[in-house]
């Protein structure tokens, strides 16, 4: 340490070109340490990440079948796109998706995580109780309620047993017009009790004295969460809704693992779609050109975020 | 289960085999021949369940190893409906085991249009395979001319029926439409849902009732001239076919009605057939091999199933059809170190009459070797209803009553076509004209590809 400041200051002075030199070569020696304690790391990404990418572009302006030799068909699979009605639906579930995902589990976790940090007893119990779904592996969560929804073992028989035949029969996830929101529940019923703990702990930064502050003005409970509240959480919110936009338009293992995108294309996503494009109708390049659309999006939505943020949002 | 051979039936076996196929050759394979060419073999294998994994590994790949000295078998159980992905990833990454497995012969298609599969003639004549099994299933390993793939675990669809409940309510398997339509009226009319169906589980499933169908209303001779290209499958005679399977889908007689026919998981299913809750089941023969799971003691129940053809739908179609179908091929991966070892392990699994007859009665239909089996081949240890199904199967098979599944003689894409769009039709989404037209137009495609696997002309 010593050694290295008597170099650095021995550079700023006139006519020191020897310790001018002996200094570059102690910053190239740093970038050099650097570099190899990072180049681990960087053969990782390009073998894992960064080839297969490159391979994805190539081979989304291919005929490939996901076996031996691909034809170049240059924008084909791009024009596909755009005339395929399977890609509009399952998009069109996609932008559904994201709409359930921004409103229900943001709403259940604001209040969960708001009505949470009023209390002190048992709260830590309540926290591990909410989090539980989200660590338990999404097979054994769609097993569940696959047998929970079940239209004639599920909770639909048990209730018609006393008395209320509502659910009794109702197939929820054979149903075309109730597929996609009986999966939604599901990944929701798993996902929600994260965004609880997201928000408590960004709740537990806000300043105790600006609630008091609020109540000395005379702001009931709705006027502190909005005024308050919301403000106080601001970037925790923007986050979650940053990861929920791009986690909808990515969703793929609720639905294979429950309905594979049936009945019929009722909760077909474009995760689903893409799946079976490569794996079930031999498409690979086409699933290509369809995953690569995806990341299109999800960039442009990454974009528009930084973009934000360097004109002064605060988020 | 496995039941050691007397005295006698040894020298009954053992004069057939050196009979029937020639003294060295057929001794020689038969004992797993000591061919092998030594070192490892490694296979993935699509079978699942604990007591059939169990018996592969005592029963097959044990003795195999103790007849070939000096080679390894290393056998990966796969999960059957993954396998296909897991194979397409591997040999597309240049790696793969030196055995491999596909769902069919439409699939196997697709690998050795990629050269991924070695080339299995000079085995033919080795193991003379050309004598021992079934040409028409051999064919259909075949491509341009040369074998590249074994079929096994010959299958047909079927009508299963709950025996215990149609005794009590007095009934009798239906011989023809008027009968099944009239006993899925009563059934429905009396609360228990005439077909245990659904899809939940596996949505590829869907493709049994268009088989069915095509089948046993359109008949073998319009799916014949529809596979060949001699007529489109645009044609009323297929599309009244789908009309029929969806009105009976929205008469509820599947499942108990469309939603549940799309919700519906196996175990669910057969468990309400095992029940009573459900009287009949549209399956293939495989159903065979888990059908104690849910009849019996086991089960909780003291019902009992049994299986009867499936009648035909319409006048011209033969009274005992069974639609063939091949549910696995093996082959070699093309860059297999160990092509001779590989090809010796696949004869002594497939091709050696006593052993696939053991295997086939200590496990049910999770096998079966398309070899010419005769009532006095199988143990007397085998379920007498899947003996009688075997041997149905047989007999039909030479009078030239049979059909044609669409995951053995449809290509890839149209099967897929078949499995995927039929749910539209269900909804309402698609007619079943627009359905047909369809997979005409996805048919004639590979068609012109050359991906249609050889057909076989019924009466052949």
Request: net charge negative.
């Amino acid at each position: 340490m010593e050694v290295n400041e008597q170099t650095v200051r021995s550079a700023t002075r006139p006519g020191g070109g020897v310790k001018r030199s002996s200094g570059r070569a102690l910053r190239r020696k740093r970038l050099l340490s650097a570099w190899l304690f990072m180049l681990p790391l960087l053969l990782v990404n390009v073998l894992v990440i960064l080839g297969p990418s490159v391979a994805t572009v190539y081979y989304s302006f291919t005929d490939w079948s996901g076996l031996g030799p691909a034809e170049w068909v240059g924008l084909q699979n791009y024009t596909d796109i755009f005339s395929d009605g399977d890609f509009w639906g399952a998009l069109g579930h996609n932008l559904l998706w994201t709409v359930i995902f921004l409103t229900v589990p943001i709403g259940m976790g604001l209040g969960g995580a708001f009505l949470l940090s009023q209390i002190t007893r048992f709260q830590m119990i309540f926290r591990v109780l909410y989090f539980i779904p989200y660590v338990m592996a999404s097979v054994v969560n769609a097993a569940l309620w696959q047998n929970i929804l079940d239209p004639d073992r599920g909770v639909g028989s048990v209730l018609a047993n006393f008395g209320i035949p509502w659910l009794d029969g109702v197939s929820f996830f054979g149903s075309e017009r109730l597929a996609l929101p009986a999966v939604a529940f599901v990944d929701n019923w798993h996902w929600w009790g994260f965004v609880v703990l997201l928000f408590l702990t960004a709740l537990q930064s806000v300043d105790k004295e600006l609630y008091e502050a609020a109540r000395i003005d005379g702001a009931n409970r709705w006027q502190q969460f909005v005024n308050v509240t919301i403000p106080g959480i601001r970037a925790t919110l923007v986050f979650v809704v940053l990861i929920t936009i791009i986690g909808s338009l990515l969703v793929f293992d609720y639905i294979y693992i429950i309905t594979q995108g049936g009945p019929a294309g009722a909760s077909e996503v474009v995760g689903t779609l893409m799946y079976k494009e490569a794996f079930g109708r031999f498409e690979a390049g086409y699933a290509a050109a369809l995953g690569l659309g995806m990341s299109f999006i999800s960039g442009i939505i990454v974009l528009v975020f930084i973009y934000l943020r360097r004109r002064g949002w605060e988020i | 289960m496995h039941r050691p051979l007397s005295r006698r039936q040894f020298l009954v076996q053992g004069g057939k085999v050196a009979l029937g196929a020639g003294i060295a050759g057929s001794v020689l394979a038969g004992c797993g021949g000591g061919s092998a060419g030594g070192g490892a073999v490694t296979m993935w294998s699509n079978l699942e369940g604990a007591e059939a994994q169990g018996y592969f590994t005592k029963n097959i790949e044990r003795p195999f190893e103790k007849a070939n000295k000096g080679t390894k078998l290393d056998v990966t159980f796969q999960p059957p409906a993954e396998i296909d992905r897991l194979v397409r990833t591997a040999l597309q990454g240049g790696e793969g085991p030196d055995i491999i497995p596909t769902p069919g012969p439409a699939y196997a298609g697709e690998y050795i249009d990629a050269n991924l599969f070695a080339e299995l003639d000079e085995y033919v004549n080795q193991y003379k395979w050309d004598d021992k099994l079934l040409g028409w299933a051999l064919d259909l390993g075949r491509s341009e001319g040369k074998l590249y793939a074994i079929p096994y675990q010959l299958q047909t669809m079927l009508l299963y029926f709950n025996a215990t409940l149609f005794e009590e309510m007095g009934l009798q398997a239906p011989r023809d439409r008027d009968e099944l339509e009239g006993l899925a009226e009563e059934l429905n009319g009396q609360g228990i849902v005439p077909f245990a169906a659904g899809i939940g589980d596996e949505p590829a499933a869907v493709e049994w009732f268009p088989t069915v169908f095509w089948n046993h209303f359109s008949g073998p001779q319009a799916l014949y001239e529809a596979l060949s290209g001699e007529t489109p499958f645009s044609d009323a005679v297929s599309v009244d076919a789908i009309e029929l399977f969806n009105s009976y889908v929205q008469k509820g007689w599947f499942g108990g009605s469309r939603e549940k026919f799309f919700s519906n998981g196996f175990d669910a299913l057969h468990a309400d057939f095992g029940d009573g809750k459900a009287a009949m089941n549209i399956e293939g023969s495989w159903f065979m091999a888990s059908a104690a799971d849910f009849f019996g003691q086991k089960a909780g129940n003291e019902n009992d199933w049994d299986w009867a053809p499936l009648p035909p739908m319409e006048s011209g179609v033969p009274q005992e059809l069974y639609a063939l179908g091949i549910g696995s091929t093996i082959s070699v991966n093309a860059r297999s170190e160990n092509t001779d070892g590989a090809a010796s392990f696949i004869d002594y699994l497939v091709a050696d009459k006593k052993r696939a007859a053991d295997y086939m009665a200590a496990i049910p239909s999770a096998f079966n070797s398309p070899l010419p089996f005769e009532n006095g081949d199988f143990p007397g240890s085998m379920d007498e209803r899947v003996r009688r199904q075997l041997v149905s199967l047989s007999q039909a098979t030479d009078k030239g009553n049979f059909g044609y599944t669409n995951w053995t003689f449809w290509p890839p894409k149209s099967t897929v076509y078949i499995q995927e769009e039929i749910q539209k039709v269900l909804t309402g989404a698609m007619t079943p004209a627009e359905y047909c037209e369809g997979l005409a137009g996805a048919f004639s495609e590979e068609r012109k590809e050359g991906l249609v696997p050889k057909i076989i002309k019924p009466g052949a």
